[in-house]
């Protein structure tokens, strides 16, 4: 075989072989392009809700007031301004089953709640603040206070709204500060004298029990105006957790250590928002009042003590070694602190144990849970 025959042929070969090893590279190319782009599927479909969070961030805008409005000090949200200097009401619901349906409880701007005994499984009773009470048509039923809720309803001058409760309430009702309450003067629908669960805040009482006593329905002096309980965003815009501390958890479920009720907050990624549930059910108020829902939740660590054998107790709002506890929102979840030194102090919310970060929350509604430091390691977040 002559020389240009031999050439042609190694030439050839060599054709062949870098042919081959071009498709080869070029599968193996086509394969790392195919397993990348299922990869990013799945890592998006995974993150689309966190990526979700994070558009709305970096899209957040400060939006106008309306006209004739004002921030409200309660939600973050407009509310008409004849109102600004209104005092808001906290009233005391009664939280057991047997006190089923309430009414008016889903138009409260916050929630609290917290063990009113230690027996009966440390059944809970709501405080329910309001700001526009007077566009409410019904709100109860109405039932005791204890001390702790006198000095919450005080952080916002609220007027505290209840019937009856131990003596124990006597040395607070004596101080300035804590002596704005309404009792005995809301309707009564009991039948006979055994009827439990009858009184509630009909439209009118507020605006009679104003009129017939010395109590202001305005804020007084005493109360910070500058110095509010709650500090919110900018109306408009989201609170990014992560701002204030890169140890942010997804939390979809929230079961709390409340026994008699077993309380539970579920997150509804299509309202944004925490739904309450009670006794392994929704919670809904009374006629199609609709259901509890919060923008924001804050759980808080808190001590307290008995004031006697019947179950009474009064929870500490100082700080000692359990001051810390949560601040959840849009399914995030950051680790707070809380600071108080006296009764008459305003609690405030912190992101560091130094209480140097006081953090802002998302506008809209709030439920804050006291828990007790007893059961703390029993509050169950789950992602």
Not at 288 to 313: K, S
């Amino acid at each position: 075989m002559n020389k240009r025959v031999m050439t042609a042929i190694t030439i050839g070969l060599c054709t062949v072989m870098i042919a081959a090893c071009n498709k080869e590279e070029t599968n193996e190319q086509t394969s790392s392009v195919f397993t990348s782009e299922v990869e990013d599927e799945k890592i998006t479909d995974s993150s689309a809700s966190i990526s979700n969070k994070e558009d709305k961030i970096s899209n957040n805008t400060k939006a106008e007031i309306p006209e004739g409005m004002y921030i409200s000090e309660l939600t973050g949200e407009p509310l008409d301004e004849s109102l600004e200097d209104q005092r808001p009401i906290a009233v005391m619901i009664d939280n057991d089953k047997k006190s089923f349906p309430h009414y008016g409880t889903t138009q409260a701007d916050i929630v609290y709640e917290l063990i009113n005994t230690t027996t009966n499984d440390r059944l809970t009773r709501l405080m329910c603040i309001y700001k526009d009470w007077g566009s409410i048509e019904q709100i109860g039923n109405i039932r005791t206070a204890q001390p702790s809720n006198i000095v919450l309803a005080a952080e916002f001058d609220a007027v505290l709204c209840h019937e009856g409760g131990p003596w124990f309430n006597d040395e607070y009702f004596d101080q300035e500060k804590f002596a704005d309450h309404f009792t005995g003067v809301f309707t009564n629908t009991a039948v006979t004298n055994d009827d439990l669960y009858t009184e509630y805040i009909m439209a009118g009482d507020l605006d009679n029990a104003f009129a017939n006593s010395s109590i202001s329905s305005t804020y007084r002096e005493i109360y910070p105006k500058d110095d509010h309980k709650l500090k919110f965003t900018d109306y408009g815009t989201i609170v990014d957790l992560q701002a204030y501390v890169t140890d942010v958890t997804d939390v979809i479920e929230i079961v709390l250590p409340f026994y008699h009720n077993e309380s539970t907050l579920r997150y509804n990624e299509n309202t944004e928002k925490y739904e309450y549930y009670e006794y392994g059910n929704l919670y809904q108020d009374a006629e199609g009042g609709g259901i509890l829902a919060f923008d924001n939740v804050i759980i808080q660590n808190t001590d307290f003590h008995m004031l006697d054998n019947n179950g009474y107790l009064e929870y500490y709002f100082y700080q000692y070694d359990n001051d810390n506890g949560y601040y959840i929102t849009k399914g995030q979840c950051i680790p707070i602190y809380w600071d108080r030194y006296r009764d008459t102090d305003i609690v405030h919310y912190y992101a560091d144990a130094s209480y140097t970060q006081e953090i802002q929350i998302n506008t809209g509604k709030t439920y804050i849970a006291l828990v007790p430091s007893d059961t703390w390691d029993e509050v169950s977040l789950n992602n």
